[in-house]
């Protein structure tokens, strides 16, 4: 099994824990707000109920300020007026009070206290108002009768604020309970989990460490005996042995890198030989006689040699490269690869911008190739104008001339030519295609109606 196999299933595990961690806390918070909710909900009731008994107790005031200044009507209407703005801000609670009881016995405690305050209210707008304006002094049957009812809705009142009291303090301690479980089960899940990924952990990290002293050990012998791989056996299907695969492959690369710049010289040397013998032919001809033709045929060798030292470094440069994006417009990569050719006659290029679609590249680097493509296009076209056109995904270069002899795929090795082509070096399409790769882009070639057609595809 791989090490990252190992890793997903550990890692299946811990998260496991970790969600039935945040189950738990979740229901947690869940209980916590019924529980919280319901304490809410009691101690809501249980400060109606406080008022109701302040309620009892100003109709008891109420009574006892009319029987003690009966004789002034004035104040006598006032407490009236009072006991009915009691008793209107008691119908207004009424609905609101009984709704919010938790039980049966509970609604029909408070349903009886309200038709007490009724019996109350009616008693004191009524029965004892009457016997103020008939001027009836004995207020004692009166008193006798309100005092019973009083004391039934205090009672009542008193024992239904004791239940709320009780109810509240079971909800504390059921609470307090749920919240010492929990804390004891969260611990024993921290717990577990700290010991499931430390043996986890450990066995992974002895595993690796096996394996990259084997590594290690393979390395050590690659530089002690000249090796061109690593040779080490460290199992099949880990992460390890995709790693010493790679590294044999870069190993691997890095040989050909080397073979295919030994290959490179023998070529450098090999196309110079021609234009050096060529200037020492032209240098003892020139000991004999003054002639101004050979002095520009030496000129032409040496900046043909000049030319190719060029191109030999820039195209050695592309294995070193490094990409600066940005983002440009395909008019102006053409605009600036045109630029770059100093072209006399502009009547020779047309240029066809049909979509001017943004390209995300090095403008560098991409103005290199498409300005290899334009030269090649213009140096051997049999007919001018060559044409330069954007579409959707590209850039197309035609010029009319006759059909590549090979495939594109002989054209972009190094120093590749057409059959009895004289001029260039043959790296102007091996310098193009290789910054097309580097880019991540494609170059195409296609012949028709005459037409030698060439198209970086700059879409991926």
């Not at 109810?167 to 504390?172: F, G, I, R, S, Y």
Request: charged share 30%; proline share 1%; hydrophobic share 40%.
């Amino acid at each position: 099994m791989t090490i990252r196999k190992r890793l997903f299933i550990s890692f299946c595990l811990i998260l496991l824990i970790v969600a039935f961690i945040i189950g738990v806390f979740f229901y947690t918070i869940y209980n916590l707000n019924s529980i919280n909710s319901q304490q809410k909900h009691r101690y809501d009731q249980l400060i109606r109920m406080e008022k109701l008994k302040e309620f009892s107790n100003s109709y008891s005031w109420i009574v006892l300020d009319i029987i003690t200044d009966f004789d002034k009507i004035q104040i006598v209407k006032d407490r009236i007026n009072k006991a009915n703005e009691l008793f209107e801000n008691l119908s207004t609670q009424k609905t609101k009070i009984i709704n919010n009881s938790e039980s049966k016995e509970e609604e029909r405690s408070l349903v009886l206290i309200f038709s007490y305050f009724e019996t109350m209210q009616k008693s004191i707008s009524e029965e004892l108002y009457t016997l103020v304006l008939n001027k009836n002094t004995d207020f004692i049957a009166f008193n006798k009768k309100f005092e019973q009812v009083n004391m039934h809705s205090q009672k009542l009142l008193e024992e239904e604020i004791k239940y709320l009291q009780e109810e509240l303090t079971q909800t504390q301690n059921k609470r307090d309970d749920f919240l010492d479980t929990i804390k004891l089960e969260l611990v024993i899940l921290f717990i577990v989990l700290f010991l499931l990924s430390s043996i986890i952990s450990s066995k992974i990290i002895n595993e690796i460490k096996d394996k990259l002293d084997k590594l290690n050990q393979g390395v050590l012998h690659l530089f002690k005996n000249d090796e061109k791989i690593i040779k080490v056996d460290i199992g099949r299907n880990n992460e390890l042995s995709v790693i010493t695969e790679n590294l044999n492959s870069y190993l691997e690369k890095q040989a050909n890198i080397i073979y295919s710049r030994e290959e490179l010289l023998r070529n450098i040397s090999h196309e110079l030989k021609t234009p050096i013998t060529k200037g020492k032919f032209m240098l003892r001809k020139i000991k004999n006689k003054e002639d101004n033709q050979i002095l520009k045929d030496i000129n032409t060798i040496f900046y043909d040699i000049e030319k190719l030292t060029s191109k030999l470094l820039q195209r050695e440069k592309l294995n070193f490269a490094v990409l600066k994006r940005s983002k440009f417009k395909v008019s102006s990569l053409i605009l600036e690869s045109l630029s770059k050719l100093s072209i006399e006659n502009e009547s020779n290029v047309t240029v066809n911008i049909k979509n001017d679609f943004n390209i995300e590249a090095d403008f560098y680097y991409l103005t290199i190739a498409l300005k290899n493509l334009i030269s090649n296009a213009m140096k051997y076209a049999k007919e001018f104008p060559i044409i330069i056109e954007s579409c959707d995904d590209g850039i197309y270069v035609k010029n009319i001339a006759n059909e590549l002899s090979n495939d594109l795929i002989y054209y972009i090795q190094p120093f590749t030519r057409e059959p009895n082509q004289e001029e260039g070096h043959g790296l102007g399409l091996n310098i193009v295609n290789k910054i097309l790769e580097l880019h991540g882009f494609d170059l195409k070639y296609t012949h028709k109606d005459s037409y030698n057609i060439f198209k970086i595809i700059l879409k991926n």
